[in-house]
């Protein structure tokens, strides 16, 4: 199923603003889309819906979508997302960042949210660069992926958001790629039904600046790339979010909580996208803060 | 099975939105769609159009359709001059 264009122009976005800033063939635009096309099947209001981002390239998307949009200082998107969650519970927040914006000035912040596991949808554009900038190495770089800060390639270990979601406590983490876009709307269809933190990390191309340093050509070839860069994990992928899902198959490797994650997998360097976990029936910071809430208000009346 | 039915398909280009980052042309697997010389998809072989719409879904600037029979679309040029 996919949403008309020309129905998410009228619906989803702001014509006005349009066209984007963002440069020809950038993946953020299919993100956008995807968005809408979630919150269009998830059958949100879409007055309902908040999106929160920060800056960069990707904290851009507040000003195109016709939701409530927050556009909010550096890397302090979930912190200003918390807060409107707690005033206003009934509402969908919708987190947007970059890597350089989650990861590395709002690293705490990401990591605290995780924590809290509140009701967010967080939704972590990873170009492996910092776009807006002028392509200095982000922390999602890749090793000897060269930069402008970087010029005879990156040293340092990219940050693993996989591995930090589960640590910090998120109860949700998939992985997707804009190349995928069937299985991207569908994530964030599913991410945005989670009743804790939801995070969809979505693989994108910076084809100008990080593309270009590492001659990894144009757009459609980063793109295409990425089918050979990731390997799929959920056979059954997604299915309309309404659904029950299965989130494993027999005889399939065991991708839940409880079990050590990279078992067999290390030989394989590829990326694995897909639904990777999942925590089910996890209390949520929400649910614990209306309850104290509750329990106060019964306390002074006593 | 659903069979592949062909020619009935129509599809909208919005020159207004296009940026002619070229990836609706590169991932057309039926060779609808072709470049012009400044970029700009064109649609030299409509007829061959299968509406996979994986021009539409990897567009992303929103300025290209695929439009099948009795699907409601609205018109992006009252949409664009309103503004």
Known sequence: MKLQNSLILREYLRPQVLPTTWCPGCGLGI?????????????????????VSG?????????????????????????????????????TVIVVMGDG???????????HAMRRNLGLTAIVVNNSVYGLTGGQSSPTTPVGGRTTTARSGSFERPMNLEVLARAAGAAFFARATVNHTAGLTKMIERALGVSGFAMVEVISNCHVLYGKMNELGDAAEMMQSMDR????????????????????????????????????????????????????????????????????KARREK | MTSIVRGIYQIN?????????????????????????????????????I?????????????IEVIPPEVEVADVQSILHAR
């Open chain 1, 31 to 51: 993100i956008m889309s995807a968005i809408a096309q979630a919150v269009h099947f998830r059958g949100l209001d879409k007055d309902k819906v908040a999106m």
């Open chain 1, 229 to 296: 860069t990731t390997r799929r994990i959920n056979p059954v992928l997604l299915r309309r979010a309404e659904r029950p899902l299965r989130l494993t198959w027999p005889g399939a490797p065991s991708w839940s909580v409880d079990a050590p994650p990279l078992e067999g997998i290390a030989e394989d360097d590829r990326t694995p996208r897909g639904v990777i976990f999942e925590r089910k029936g996890s209390v949520d910071f929400g649910q614990r803060y209306y309850a104290m809430l509750e329990e106060i």
């Open chain 1, 101 to 111: 914006d989650s990861m590395s000035i709002g690293g705490n912040h990401l990591v």
């Open chain 2, 13 to 49: 280009v919005y020159k207004e939105l296009c940026k002619a980052c070229g990836l609706c042309v590169a991932w057309c697997p039926q060779d609808v769609l072709a470049a012009d010389a400044e970029g700009y998809p064109i649609t030299p072989h409509l007829a061959q159009c």
């Open chain 1, 55 to 91: 800056i960069g390239c990707t904290g851009r998307m507040s000003g195109y979508v016709d939701f409530n949009t927050l556009h909010t200082t550096h890397g302090r998107a979930p912190a200003f997302a918390t807060g409107l969650k707690l005033a206003r519970p009934e509402m």
């Open chain 2, 51 to 63: 509406n996979c719409k994986l021009c539409e879904r990897h567009c992303p600037d929103f300025a």
